[in-house]
């Protein structure tokens, strides 16, 4: 069973940077396309960044410049650090596969990202 925790969200104010992590057991993340995604309040989960089985990475347009995504396959990791945070950038942030016809794992409890003005 796939277990995804996702981590490192808080409070800062504009302009601030934050590293979210994700932590996967049942899974090899490496072996799959993997994203970053948000949840504001009243809104769609969205995808922020995406990251493929190499290197290759794509951005929402509202984050690019700004956010990287990354991974650690050795940790079995992935991260998105978060520069230049904007007060629409609060959400709840996941961790899930991406690309992936059979859809998404079951998701996890998020992580709480709170960008104050």
């Known amino acids: 069973q796939v277990q995804l925790v996702e981590s490192g969200g808080d409070l800062v104010q504009a302009g601030g940077s934050l590293k979210l992590s994700c932590a996967a057991s049942?899974?090899?993340?490496?072996?799959?396309?993997m994203g970053w995604y948000r949840q504001a309040p009243g809104k769609q989960r969205e995808l922020v960044a995406r990251?493929?089985?190499?290197?290759?990475?794509e951005y929402a347009d509202s984050v690019k410049g700004r956010f990287a995504i990354s991974r650690d396959n050795a940790k079995n990791m992935m991260y998105l650090q978060m520069h230049s945070l904007k007060p629409e950038n609060t959400a709840v942030y996941y961790c899930n596969r991406a690309n992936d016809a059979r859809g998404y794992w079951s998701w996890g409890q998020g992580t709480q990202v709170t960008v104050s003005s």
């Open positions: 990251i493929g089985t190499g290197t290759s990475t």
């Open positions: 049942g899974v090899r993340l490496s072996s799959y396309f």
